[in-house]
């Protein structure tokens, strides 16, 4: 039986870059701005106003000094709750 996730898959990435700066000791400005994102673009996205999308995701790996996209879906498996482990 496979596990439902507690939150979706656009609301795990926001909270998985919240997450990752948090242990970086960064703000979300900081990795708004190391991504290169205008603050409404990003806080649009990060309130779930409009998608994240794959080029998204792989600009804030970068940002949170994740060595690519896969890891920061990584994170955001986990922070909805369907992690392998």
Known sequence: MSKQPNINLQASI???IAVRAARLGRTLKSIRLAAGY???TFQDRYKGRRPWN???VDRL???LDLPDGF???AIA?????LSDS
């Open 14 to 16: 926001s909270r998985a």
């Open 38 to 40: 205008p603050t409404t």
């Open 54 to 56: 794959t080029n998204d």
């Open 61 to 63: 790996a970068k940002a």
């Open 71 to 73: 890891a920061l879906y």
């Open 77 to 81: 498996r986990r922070e909805a709750g």
